[in-house]
């Protein structure tokens, strides 16, 4: 089975502008959740997606935001861009609900915003 | 924060030496999971532990979960030079559903 894909894996934006990332689970996966890893916070969580629908969601601010299409795959852009938002974004998929269930993870999105 | 902690933050070894990182939590949880982060395979998943297990094995890998102190220990016996990376624990937590917190991660140094 293909792993977690993302795209693209490298994206240099400016302040203002705003990204979609896209994330591709294993198939047959039904979740996809969206980390950010940043040097100074760790891994955090933005949000999750379950058969279409927003399970949970991070504390982030609303210029986060995702989606799941029927096939199970995620996008999530974020509009207005911040240096803040320099990151690298992780997804992950898993079979059923995340968390109860291992979690794989793609290569990751690696965002510079300049 | 919701944040499991892990403790060390940082841990060199020799190789063939046992590894042993904690992980604290504050809150009730699910279960607990340990991931492994290095710049060669991105970040793995390495044993799920629920909150009715004590105990788990995987390989030269050991989980212990302790609810009552809100704590866990991974253990990798007979460590190798491929085990340096980074090692996170990661929660479920009853009130936050079913999202995942990661702790800030352990990194490991074995050195040969």
């Known amino acids: 089975k293909a792993g977690v894909t993302q795209t693209p894996r490298y994206l240099i934006k400016t302040r203002g502008q705003q990204v979609t990332l896209s994330c591709s689970p294993i198939?047959?996966?039904?979740?996809v959740s969206w980390y950010q890893q940043t040097p100074g916070q760790g891994l955090q969580f933005l949000f999750e997606?379950?058969?279409?629908?927003?399970?949970n969601k991070g504390n982030f601010p609303g210029r986060f935001s995702g989606r799941q299409f029927s096939n199970s795959r995620s996008e999530m852009n974020v509009s207005t861009l911040e240096l803040g938002d320099s990151a690298l974004y992780l997804c992950?998929?898993?079979?059923?609900?995340?968390?109860?269930?291992?979690?794989?993870f793609g290569p990751g999105t690696r965002l510079t915003v300049l | 924060s919701q944040q499991g902690e892990e403790d060390p933050q940082a841990l060199s070894i020799q190789e063939g030496e046992n590894a042993t990182m904690n992980c604290s939590y504050k809150?009730?949880?699910?279960?607990l999971q340990w991931y492994r982060q290095n710049s060669g395979r991105g970040l793995v998943h390495l044993i799920l532990?629920?909150?009715?297990?004590r105990e788990k094995h995987s390989g030269r890998l050991r989980v212990t979960l302790d609810t009552s102190k809100k704590s866990s220990s991974l253990l990798i016996t007979a460590s190798r030079a491929a085990d340096t990376a980074s090692y996170f624990c990661?929660?479920?937590?009853?009130?936050?559903?079913?999202?995942?917190?990661f702790g800030k991660g352990t990194t490991l140094s074995v050195s040969s």
């Open positions: 809150t009730s949880i699910n279960n």
């Open positions: 990661a929660t479920v937590f009853n009130q936050a559903g079913t999202a995942l917190i």
């Open positions: 532990i629920r909150s009715n297990e």
């Open positions: 992950a998929s898993s079979l059923e609900l995340a968390g109860e269930n291992e979690q794989f």
């Open positions: 198939s047959g996966h039904r979740s």
């Open positions: 997606y379950f058969s279409e629908t927003q399970r």
